[in-house]
């Protein structure tokens, strides 16, 4: 029986993981296209995945701060 958990982070359902039988990781399914990037990575468990999620949103975040203030300066 593989074992899944739901990955979110804020109000966003960021992806899934699943660990399939005799399987040691955690498998990432992304659910939104903001989290495309970790699709297919593995974990070792539940709290790393959502630790990454959370990480690659909060990256994602200042990306695009620092591209909307490029745009400001550049105007």
Same mark, same amino acid.
């Given at each position: ?5 739901? !990955?979110?982070v804020? %109000?966003?359902? *960021?992806?899934? !993981? !699943? /660990? =399939?039988?005799?399987?040691? =990781? ?6 939104? =296209? %903001? ?7 593995? &974990?070792?468990?539940a ?5 990454? #999620?959370?990480?690659? #949103? ?5 990306? /695009?701060? *620092?591209s #909307?203030? /490029?745009?400001? &300066?550049? *105007?």
């Open positions: 029986m593989s074992k899944s958990y739901v !990955i979110e804020g %109000d966003e359902q *960021a992806g899934l !993981i !699943i /660990r =399939d039988v005799g399987e040691r =990781d955690y498998l990432f399914h992304a659910a939104l =296209d %903001d989290y495309r990037a970790l699709e297919g990575r593995r &974990f070792a468990n709290f790393l995945a959502e630790r990454a #999620a959370a990480s690659h #949103a909060s990256s994602r975040r200042r990306r /695009r701060r *620092a #909307a203030e /490029r745009e400001v &300066f550049a *105007a």
